[in-house]
Nanobody
Framework: QVQLVESGGGSVQTGGSLRLSCVAS????????MAWFRQAPGKEREGVAA????????NYADSVKGRFTLSQDNAVSPLYLEMNSLKPEDTAIYYC???????????????????????WGQGTQVTVSS
């Protein structure tokens, strides 16, 4: 059974930085896409950044472009999200997700819709105070 485990969340002040990690286990072949999502209280889950594993195109949400960087050394290595210049509106539970069905990979860029991902981590809390 595939498992995704996130780590690296915490509390920082506005302008601070955090680095999230996601480690996958229990799989025998690579996923089509991996991504980071977030969900703030009372809001829908939204895509933050997604990648085709192995160094493919990265799709960022407009709200995080220039501040967040998704990275992955190769298709089976951990997935990272470097978050800089954090703002209070970045406060949310951050989830790592992967798709083994192929729904995420219909275009040039990997999908950032949560409906296209079939495997999720438990989430890690990120809190940014002003």
């Amino acid at each position: 059974q595939v498992q995704l485990v996130e780590s690296g969340g915490g509390s920082v002040q506005t302008g601070g930085s955090l680095r999230l990690s996601c480690v996958a286990s229990g799989y025998t072949y690579g996923s089509y896409c991996m991504a980071w999502f977030r969900q703030a209280p009372g809001k829908e889950r939204e895509g933050v950044a997604a990648v085709y594993p192995g160094g493919g195109n990265i799709n960022y949400a407009d709200s995080v472009k220039g501040r967040f960087t998704l990275s992955q050394d190769n298709a089976v290595s951990p997935l990272y999200l470097e978050m800089n210049s954090l703002k209070p509106e970045d406060t949310a539970i951050y989830y790592c997700a992967a798709d083994w069905t192929g729904y995420c990979s219909s275009g040039l860029m990997p999908s950032t819709s949560p409906n296209d991902y079939d495997t999720w981590g438990q989430g890690t809390q990120v809190t940014v105070s002003s």
